[in-house]
């Protein structure tokens, strides 16, 4: 049996938490969706506390360097917990620049999606790529036009969207494990 086969076995046996977590997820982010500025603040904030922690262990690798090293690893070490506490403190100033972050690398994901579509012309589906370029560039512009207060609400909803199409995926997983459990899907 290959590896793949005794994965999907596996997961045909546990289909129902498949199914369960993918709903889980819809529902939160479901709920994400109507308590962006929220879910943009706890995001912001949470990672702030993770950047500390990275700090402190960085710090700590730090003192366990020797020579030349020892200083760059205390100055990585100190702007990591200064990054982390200002998005801890101040979790508004932080989602506003993490936005702005997020629009110009959509745009400039987007300008590098249509000349990669433009290189690719005349190859099947290169239109696609040059419409998800110009979407990104759109998205970009549209979140800039409304910035700092797109900083407010945008990573709170990338993070709902991430976590309903996460969902969907889980749940479909779900079902084919639950047909395969059945036993009316072979591999």
Do not use: C
């Not at 200064?82 to 972050?101: C, D, E, K, Q, R």
């Not at 000349?115 to 290169?126: E, H, I, N, S, T």
Request: hydrophobic share 65%; net charge positive.
């Amino acid at each position: 049996m290959s590896i793949e086969a005794e994965a999907m076995d596996e997961i045909s046996k546990k289909w129902g938490w498949f199914l369960a977590i993918g709903i889980i997820l819809v529902i939160l982010g479901m709920i994400g969706i109507g308590a962006t500025f929220a879910l943009t603040l706890t995001t912001v904030t949470f990672f702030g506390f993770l950047i500390v922690i990275a700090g402190v262990f960085q710090l700590i690798d730090a003192f366990r360097q020797k020579g030349w090293s020892l200083i760059g690893n205390i100055l990585i070490a100190l702007l990591y917990g200064a990054v982390g506490y200002t998005m801890i403190t101040n979790p508004m100033l932080a989602s506003a620049t993490l936005t702005l972050f997020i629009a110009w690398a959509l745009i400039a994901i987007g300008i590098i999606r249509i000349v990669v579509a433009f290189r690719m012309k005349g190859a099947p589906g290169w239109i696609w790529t040059l419409i998800a370029g110009i979407a990104a560039i759109v998205l970009g512009i549209m979140i800039l036009n409304n910035w700092p207060e797109s900083g407010l609400w945008v990573i709170g909803m990338f993070v709902a969207i991430e976590l309903i199409f996460n969902g969907w995926g889980l749940i479909m997983l779900g079902l084919a494990a639950k047909k395969m459990h059945k036993g009316d899907i072979r591999l």
